[in-house]
């Protein structure tokens, strides 16, 4: 979901003079990134402006969308969708077409969308996407005005959930073209088909607007009637916001936690979000290049972080140690109910272990011909948690490993991102949310040539188990889980990035503010049917 830092939210809460309009007032550590949801590459809020078939509801359940019904064929590969007769905030109509062009236009090589990967499994969706093919060959139709006929290469367990992502939501050819290079880079600029539309976001302000979208077609269920949006930096002055009663929902840095988790209003959010080292096997520099190539350097990594000192004493805001790449709490077994992050531990990977990790430390520099090693850790500066974070990676490896000497360097969230993408950096602090509730949102991120595998990692065996549960074994249920659950056994054997810790997020919640939807994978904050009470 989100390749880089966490994106916090915090809510507030009043009515406006007229009791039938209902306000909130919403901050975000950061400011979007973009409205264009071809280009975009956070979706932790944009449901609330962008509908596709489907939206994910309470406890992460497939909910009503723009698709009033639909159907798949025995064989799996064949969806259909009718859509409902619904509108964009224009009063335009929404159509079939609008899927199909949206589509294209997403897997489009010139757009450069890096989710387009997500289409993966959609007929013929990597052939456009890598230029070989034209774009109308994809696997998706338009019958009419209100049929949309996708096929796919082979069954997709999770379809269905991935319809709810708003990745796969229409888009107006008519105001793409209206608005040409203009499009979507205000909000004015863009026609929105959710329960809010946006107003007021320039680009580059720390304001902006989600007011209720009277044309959505449920829009009765919408008791909102306008969000305010401000970026608010730090949790102090969040949490100065929250006692002043300008915020009914603020998020809390560690030192906050421990003063307030016995508060009537401490609430806690799970989220099926990884933070990792990402290490680049690509470096510019030879010699720290031979460094992250050896494996016995990346384990000793590993072993020197204490992730129990990291999660309670450090960062103490609820945040969980991690068993392997993917999140525990996201998928389990379909025959035996067995949760992935327990079917995917290695013993001695991803635990503390001082005497082993100096064992392969001394290993690792002998191979390399080194008396010692300096590394420098790329972070985002506006990400409250990565400071803390780098500073103790930096103490503890140094104090464990000797020899070793790790330089920290913080960048804004956007340059940091830039970094990776030109492959710029020894060692990143990432982080990774899932898009879906399996485990192939995760697992997919360390394949050859994907989008976000800024680090260049590669594994020809890795590779192999995870084509063989996306296509021999896409049908059938339990051989699939066992390809992926042998894959991240893999990756963690061979430290392909070194997992952290699982973000959960502590907050003061206002008891007034009701009815917002969380869910712990997918599209994060749904604001659908929340209200002040």
Same mark, same amino acid.
């Given at each position: 979901?989100?390749?880089?830092?966490?994106?916090?939210?915090?809510?507030?809460?009043?009515?406006?003079?007229?009791?039938?309009?209902?306000? /909130?007032?919403?901050?975000? =550590? $950061?400011? !979007?990134?973009?409205?264009?949801?071809? *280009?975009?590459?956070?979706? %932790? @809020?944009?449901?609330?402006?962008?509908?596709?078939?489907?939206?994910?509801?309470?406890?992460?359940?497939?909910?009503?969308?723009?698709?009033?019904?639909?159907?798949?064929?025995?064989?799996?590969?064949?969806?259909?969708?009718?859509?409902?007769?619904?509108?964009?905030?224009?009063?335009?109509?929404?159509?079939?077409?609008?899927?199909?062009?949206?589509?294209?236009?997403?897997?489009?090589?010139?757009?450069?969308?890096?989710?387009?990967?997500?289409?993966?499994?959609?007929?013929?969706?990597?052939?456009?996407?890598?230029?070989?093919?034209?774009?109308?060959?994809?696997?998706?139709?338009?019958?009419?005005?209100?049929?949309?006929?996708?096929?796919?290469?082979?069954?997709?367990?999770?379809?269905?959930?991935?319809?709810?992502?708003? /990745?796969?939501?229409?888009? =107006? $050819?008519? !105001?793409?073209?209206?608005?040409?290079? *203009?499009?979507?880079?205000? %909000? @004015?600029?863009?026609?929105?088909?959710?329960?809010?539309?946006?107003?007021?976001?320039?680009?580059?302000?720390?304001?902006?607007?989600?007011?209720?979208?009277?044309?959505?077609?449920?829009?009765?269920?919408?008791?909102?009637?306008?969000?305010?949006?401000?970026?608010?930096?730090?949790?102090?002055?969040?949490?100065?916001?929250?006692?002043?009663?300008?915020?009914?929902?603020?998020?809390?840095?560690?030192?906050?936690?421990?003063?307030?988790?016995?508060?009537?209003?401490?609430?806690?959010?799970?989220?099926?979000?990884?933070?990792?080292?990402?290490?680049?096997?690509?470096?510019?520099?030879?010699?720290?290049?031979?460094?992250?190539?050896?494996?016995?350097?990346?384990?000793?990594?590993?072993?020197?972080?204490?992730?129990?000192? /990291?999660?309670?004493?450090?960062?103490?805001?609820?945040?969980?140690?991690?068993?392997?790449?993917?999140?525990?709490?996201?998928?389990?077994?379909?025959?035996?109910?067995?949760?992935?992050?327990?079917?995917?531990?290695?013993?001695?990977?991803?635990?503390?272990?001082?005497?082993?990790?100096?064992?392969?430390?001394?290993?690792?520099?002998?191979?390399?011909?080194?008396?010692?090693?300096?590394?420098?850790?790329?972070?985002?500066?506006?990400?409250?948690?990565?400071?803390?974070?780098?500073?103790?990676?930096?103490?503890?490896?140094?104090?464990?490993?000797?020899?070793?000497?790790?330089?920290?360097?913080?960048?804004?969230?956007?340059?940091?991102?830039?970094?990776g993408q030109k492959g710029e950096f020894d060692m990143t602090v990432s982080s990774w949310g899932a898009d879906f509730k399996d485990p192939i949102s995760f697992l997919?991120?360390?394949?050859?040539?994907?989008?976000?595998?800024?680090?260049?990692?590669?594994?020809?065996?890795?590779?192999?188990?995870?084509?063989?549960?996306?296509?021999?074994?896409?049908?059938?249920?339990?051989?699939?889980?066992?390809?992926?659950?042998?894959?991240?056994?893999?990756?963690?054997?061979?430290?392909?990035?070194?997992?952290?810790?699982q973000q959960t997020t502590s907050y003061l919640q206002n008891p007034n503010v009701k009815g917002i939807v969380h869910n712990t994978a997918g599209e994060e904050w749904n604001f659908k049917t929340a209200y002040v009470k």
């Amino acid at each position: 979901m989100v390749a880089g830092v966490a994106v916090l939210l915090a809510a507030c809460g009043k009515q406006s003079s007229d009791s039938n309009k209902q306000t /909130l007032n919403l901050s975000m =550590s $950061q400011p !979007i990134g973009s409205l264009d949801i071809s *280009k975009a590459t956070d979706f %932790s @809020q944009t449901g609330n402006a962008y509908e596709s078939f489907f939206r994910l509801g309470k406890n992460g359940k497939v909910t009503s969308g723009l698709a009033k019904s639909s159907s798949v064929s025995k064989d799996g590969k064949t969806w259909t969708f009718n859509l409902r007769h619904a509108k964009w905030s224009n009063g335009s109509a929404i159509t079939a077409q609008d899927f199909v062009y949206s589509w294209r236009r997403t897997v489009t090589p010139a757009t450069k969308s890096q989710y387009a990967y997500l289409f993966s499994g959609i007929k013929n969706a990597t052939k456009v996407n890598d230029g070989k093919v034209a774009a109308k060959t994809l696997g998706i139709k338009a019958v009419g005005k209100h049929k949309v006929v996708v096929t796919l290469n082979k069954p997709i367990a999770y379809f269905k959930t991935l319809m709810t992502y708003s /990745l796969f939501a229409p888009q =107006s $050819q008519r !105001i793409v073209e209206k608005y040409g290079k *203009k499009y979507a880079t205000r %909000s @004015q600029y863009n026609v929105y088909s959710g329960p809010f539309k946006i107003e007021n976001w320039t680009g580059t302000g720390n304001k902006w607007d989600f007011v209720k979208n009277n044309q959505y077609w449920d829009k009765k269920a919408v008791k909102l009637h306008k969000i305010n949006y401000q970026i608010v930096a730090d949790n102090s002055t969040g949490l100065d916001l929250y006692r002043q009663k300008k915020l009914d929902l603020t998020p809390l840095s560690s030192e906050q936690v421990k003063n307030y988790q016995n508060n009537k209003a401490f609430k806690q959010y799970a989220f099926a979000y990884i933070t990792y080292l990402k290490y680049n096997f690509k470096d510019p520099n030879s010699v720290r290049r031979a460094a992250i190539h050896n494996r016995n350097i990346r384990m000793a990594f590993s072993l020197a972080v204490n992730r129990d000192e /990291l999660t309670k004493k450090v960062l103490g805001n609820g945040s969980t140690t991690p068993t392997g790449f993917v999140t525990s709490g996201l998928a389990a077994d379909p025959e035996t109910g067995e949760d992935f992050g327990q079917a995917q531990k290695v013993k001695n990977h991803v635990v503390y272990n001082k005497a082993l990790a100096q064992a392969y430390w001394k290993k690792g520099l002998k191979q390399l011909g080194l008396k010692k090693l300096s590394l420098t850790v790329t972070a985002a500066s506006d990400d409250q948690t990565t400071s803390p974070v780098t500073q103790y990676l930096k103490g503890q490896l140094e104090q464990v490993l000797p020899g070793f000497n790790l330089d920290i360097k913080q960048v804004p969230g956007q340059v940091a991102n830039q970094l990776g993408q030109k492959g710029e950096f020894d060692m990143t602090v990432s982080s990774w949310g899932a898009d879906f509730k399996d485990p192939i949102s995760f697992l997919q991120i360390p394949e050859t040539g994907t989008a976000y595998n800024y680090g260049k990692y590669s594994n020809k065996a890795y590779d192999a188990l995870i084509s063989k549960a996306q296509n021999q074994d896409a049908n059938n249920a339990e051989a699939r889980w066992h390809d992926l659950v042998q894959a991240s056994r893999l990756f963690t054997k061979d430290q392909g990035m070194t997992p952290l810790y699982q973000q959960t997020t502590s907050y003061l919640q206002n008891p007034n503010v009701k009815g917002i939807v969380h869910n712990t994978a997918g599209e994060e904050w749904n604001f659908k049917t929340a209200y002040v009470k």
